[in-house]
């Protein structure tokens, strides 16, 4: 069965840090994009970083720039948050992109910052 799994989540105090994790089962990330995106309640699904099939290039979005790092190895990518903030509680999903039309999407897990 092909699917993708977020880990991680979970309640942390502002300035706190977590990691998430998205692995791969059924398939292989070696030739596919990951992204990693959230969704506050209320608004919409943001992409907040991304990680090239080589590992090479990287994007972060401007509210996370400084904060997150995202790498990947093997069949997982990762997604460090530190210095986490109250506008950063969101439901965050993993993506797995060949190319537009073949990709997957992780079930999410959830990050609630607050103290």
């Known amino acids: 069965q092909v699917q993708l799994v977020e880990s991680g989540g979970g309640l942390v105090q502002p300035g706190g840090s977590l990691r998430l994790s998205c692995t791969a089962s059924g398939f292989t990330l070696d030739y596919y994009a990951i992204g990693w995106f959230r969704q506050a309640p209320g608004k919409g699904r943001e992409g907040v970083s991304c990680i090239a099939s080589s590992g090479d290039n990287t994007y972060y979005s401007d509210s996370v720039k400084g904060r997150f790092t995202i790498s990947r190895d093997n069949n997982t990518v990762y997604l460090q948050m530190n210095s986490l903030k109250p506008e950063d509680t969101a439901v965050y999903y993993c993506?797995?992109?060949?190319?537009?039309?073949?990709?997957?999407w992780g079930q999410g897990t959830q990050v609630t910052v607050s103290s």
């Open positions: 993506n797995a992109r060949l190319f537009p039309g073949r990709d997957y």
